[in-house]
């Protein structure tokens, strides 16, 4: 097997984790939030409208249904904004939170609670619209 570390300094050797882990969820969330703040903000140029289908609303794929129902129960989109950036800061700090070291969800009460909010909250915006 092959020696990676071999004349490697200590800063080219960091840990996968947490440190290029912190990266790639960054990343991604930027990306999804430069992609949200689009749809908010310019939604005409995410939208193909001719004159003859001006009238016709479109709705979001199923999988944004529930933020898009979110985001128009709050009438601000500056709020809406802040909302979806909370809840998608708290969905990735949940797992770094969790110091138990019992595996099974069905053990961790308050996390098990958590996951089932956040299910029921999504199935019910989602067929709210």
């Given at each position: 097997m092959?020696?990676?570390?071999?004349?490697?300094?200590?800063?080219?050797l960091e840990p996968f984790f947490p440190n290029e882990i912190l990266r790639h969820t960054l990343?991604?969330?930027f990306f999804i939030s430069a992609i949200m703040l689009g749809v908010l903000f310019f939604p005409e140029s995410f939208q193909k409208s001719t004159d003859e289908?001006?009238?016709?609303?479109?709705?979001p794929a199923w999988f944004l249904l529930p933020f898009f129902h979110l985001s128009t129960l709050i009438?601000?989109?500056?709020?809406?904004v802040v909302i979806?950036?909370?809840y998608a800061i708290?969905?990735?700090?949940?797992?770094?939170?969790?110091?138990?070291s019992e595996r099974s969800l069905w053990k961790k009460p308050v996390f098990l609670s958590i996951v089932l909010i956040n299910i029921i909250m999504i199935i019910a915006l989602g067929w709210l619209y």
């Amino acid at each position: 097997m092959a020696d990676y570390s071999k004349g490697r300094s200590e800063e080219e050797l960091e840990p996968f984790f947490p440190n290029e882990i912190l990266r790639h969820t960054l990343l991604t969330f930027f990306f999804i939030s430069a992609i949200m703040l689009g749809v908010l903000f310019f939604p005409e140029s995410f939208q193909k409208s001719t004159d003859e289908f001006a009238s016709f609303q479109t709705r979001p794929a199923w999988f944004l249904l529930p933020f898009f129902h979110l985001s128009t129960l709050i009438n601000s989109k500056i709020w809406s904004v802040v909302i979806l950036t909370i809840y998608a800061i708290m969905f990735i700090t949940v797992p770094f939170l969790d110091r138990n070291s019992e595996r099974s969800l069905w053990k961790k009460p308050v996390f098990l609670s958590i996951v089932l909010i956040n299910i029921i909250m999504i199935i019910a915006l989602g067929w709210l619209y």
